[in-house]
């Protein structure tokens, strides 16, 4: 099936350079501010947008996304502005791929039919639940598949030889790989143990591998896309957001400084394989 993420991922593989994935944090800090920043991305170089669904208890966040996660939610934030994100943004561009990212709680409470519909009508191409594993496909993942969405797993350092065709079973856009044992933004990905990790994971899948935590400056984003499939940077740039605010508010240079910062994360990963 031909879709927004198979196109990019053959375009990027024509131009032999890896994606850059970005992530925000939907509604950080306001709503306005937000869907700004995300018009603003791919014409600073992001091939793939990871849109952040903000909830009160993420896990796998490190604080820098936590705070952004809580900024959203006292703007009023929700699963529905975050489709309406999506479905403004949908208005200028119909060719960037968007991967919502986050937990399952707020959708179990939305509804998971409902959440998967308009996540389809909107322009969604797929989905990064963190704390669904496997074993519970049925509840999300095999009905997002069937709609047409992707549904993209976390592979990790731990993940052995016997966990790794669990998690690559149903899975579908790309496998991401998270390069650093704990939480979002605390430490340096290693290239090295990166590029062996990544070798390893194409041995059991066709998919392309993309990988992320803990990446946050151009020079770092080269190393890791020498041999991933894609980039994925988040804390840094809602840390950008964090770093432009004033008393928590948006000022003249939020949307500016951010796009800056992504812009020169894109040529550091454009240069990965020059």
């Not at 049925?138 to 797993?153: D, K, S, T």
Request: some cysteine.
């Amino acid at each position: 099936m031909t879709t927004r993420m198979t196109n990019r991922f053959a375009r990027l593989a024509d131009e032999n350079r890896p994606a850059f994935v970005t992530y925000f944090m939907g509604g950080d800090p306001d709503f306005e501010t937000s869907l700004a920043i995300m018009k603003g991305l791919p014409g600073a170089g992001a091939d793939i947008i990871e849109l952040g669904m903000p909830f009160s208890d993420p896990m796998a966040d490190g604080p820098t996304i936590q705070a952004g996660g809580l900024r959203a939610l006292g703007g009023g934030q929700t699963l529905a502005r975050t489709f309406d994100m999506v479905r403004a943004f949908r208005e200028d561009d119909d060719e960037t791929p968007i991967v919502v990212m986050g937990y399952y709680n707020p959708i179990y409470q939305y509804g998971a039919t409902r959440f998967l519909d308009e996540a389809k009508s909107v322009g969604i191409d797929g989905m990064i639940i963190v704390d669904l594993p496997p074993e519970m496909d049925e509840e999300l993942c095999i009905p997002a598949v069937e709609r047409g969405l992707n549904f993209i797993r976390l592979a990790t350092p731990t993940t052995d030889e016997k966990r790794l065709p669990k998690v690559l079973t149903n899975t579908s856009g790309f496998v991401y790989y998270v390069s650093i044992n704990g939480i979002t933004g605390t430490a340096a990905p290693d290239p090295k143990l990166v590029e062996e990790s990544v070798r390893h994971i194409k041995g059991k899948t066709d998919l392309p591998i993309c990988v992320g935590f803990g990446v946050r400056n151009a020079e770092q984003a080269a190393a890791i896309g020498r041999a991933a499939d894609g980039v994925v940077v988040g804390t840094a740039i809602v840390q950008a957001v964090a770093d432009s605010l004033n008393d928590g508010a948006a000022t003249a240079s939020t949307v500016t400084n951010t796009l800056a910062l992504v812009h020169d994360i894109a040529e550091g990963v454009r240069s990965a394989r020059q």
